[in-house]
């Protein structure tokens, strides 16, 4: 059973203009193996960054447009048991940080894809990657956040998108399943060019690992189709891609448009 | 600390690793999107030589604005901002830049690789191009627009959209940097890195296309600043004795020693095939030192190195533009801009090492009456 509850402390968004973005509370907190019982609060986790990097953006936005409805709209969801029960501690935690989160959906690991669908969420980030693949097969955009993601910065929103080696045939039509993404890109484009290019609380790096620079200038135009305008773009070309990515500090990675591969 | 392929991405549907279902039947219209497809023909033409991984390679790191000449684009940043800027690169995407003052010295590098390929054709030991540009990525079409343009076979590249090159810098091995910010040449070499700033230049002379040509100032370039600092300090006579006494004790090196080495570790395998008298690469160094005298110390502290240099041309104070008019180098390597305009002037790509004591001196004026006659 799902329950949903609002976050009477932070204004709720614009159901229909924001873009609706859904965390695991195990990814924004660290619950320890013994839950000490005065402990009211959790301490902070990977994902602690990635909000509060979410959280500066829209009071940019919000700076540059009080009337601004195209913004991030955090959902703190919860996808195992042993979390859900943990509610009201998930709720102080949130409070306790001052984390601008609207929602928290309180599910286990059998309805949490579910709720996701129900929220209309629109990105759905988690530590883990069983349930990054469960909601991407539900038809959430999706991705995993990786132990890096704590040391990320917090003054600015970091997306990385990956350009490699996906082409489709031309015959094929484009799945419905690829609504989702470009939908999201869009918004996310959209939400960048509220800002000038200097000082923006937003980035968008593309990388293109194996491809050279025909792919990267693929990617490019089919991110620039999508309304999403590239700040930083790095094309490896088969170089190591780990030096790269400790460089670029991306709170999260997504693909580039197409996801199917066909021979 | 590496991140592993396992994270990346999920994207709303389909694994990438399974094979695409066949249930996707789209009863929307065509998307916008469509247009960006690219179609994947059987027998691609291009079979383009995979680039070598970075720690096996030779990498040469260039800023965009000295691989092309991007002048008047300059000038509207400058003028007008960025937005201006930005916006005019865009409209102009389709329209490549002309070649700047480090194009010929790229293009050399793809003669030697062509070479390289044909003698040892599984090795690594290449050069590799990397374009490290602060630009936004919006100009990135128009840079890879550009470089097919002018058959340049650069694939990788950084466009850190106004983050510093650094981290980028030491993550792909980067051997040699040539941008036209001194500022960051100067980063470059205080992380130990071999740097240049590169000038736009209205004259260049036209040079191989077979063989590549580079040439080395010797103090503060190849060898250490420690002689220079004697001269300044006390002069050119005690400058002579200084080095006479020290001829047998080599000079420290200095930032461009490594590449120098790594020039030469190249050359070797010509001439382990046979082609010393075919090698698309030769050295100079051309140093105001005179032969009878300083000269002595400079060849010995090379030799101590293992190092070869093809011709050393000791110029005794002798200004050294004609020199190098007549030797027609792709490159020339200097610590001071006294000697960098004076090859300028003469047309030879000419770019500054802002090493060592000679940085302190700035007004031009006094340079030229010092180092009129000085050796080097």
Redesign the interface.
Known sequence: MVATVENTDVKQKDADRALIVAVTSRSVFESGADDDGDEEVYKVGTAFPLLQALQRVNERLLEENPAESLLFDVVLITTDRQQQQQSSRIISSTRHYGLEVGRFCFSSEEDFTESLLTNNVQLFLSTDAMEASQASQKGVVSAQLDQHAASCPSEQLRVLFCGDAVVRLSSSPAPASQQAPQSFSAQLGEMRQRFGLFDSPVSVVLVTSRGGRESCGTALRTLRSHGVSVDEAYCLAGAPRGPMLSLIRPHFLLSVGFSDLKE | ???N????????????TR???ST?????G???????????KPSTPTR?P??P??ENAITIAVSSRVLFNMEKEQQIYEHQG??DY?KHQVEHETEPFSAGPAFSFIKALEAVNTRLRELYPDSEELFDVVLMTNN???V??RL??T??HHRLF??????????SPI??LK??HTNLYLSADPVKVREALGEGIAAATMFTQEKMKEVSETQLRVAFDGDAVLFSDESERIYKAHGLDKFFEHEKAHENKPLDHGPLKGFLEALGKLQKKFYDKGQRMDCPIRTYLVTARSAASSGTRALKTLRSWGLEIDEALFLAGAPKGPMLEKIRPHIFFDDQMFHVEGAAEMGTVACHVPYGIAQRVTKKGTMNEETSSAPK
Not at chain 2, 5 to 16: A, E, M, P, R, W
Not at chain 2, 24 to 28: L, V
Not at chain 2, 154 to 163: H, L, P, S
């Open positions: 600390m590496s991140l392929n396992s994270q990346t991405l999920t994207v709303s549907g389909q694994d990438l094979n695409g279902s996707n039947s789209s009863s929307s065509r998307a916008p999107w469509d247009n960006a497809r690219v179609v994947l383009k995979k680039p991984k970075p960025m937005e930005i936004h990525a919006n990135g079409l890879i627009n470089i097919n650069i694939e990788r590249f950084c466009m850190t959209g106004g983050n981290g980028y993550a792909y």
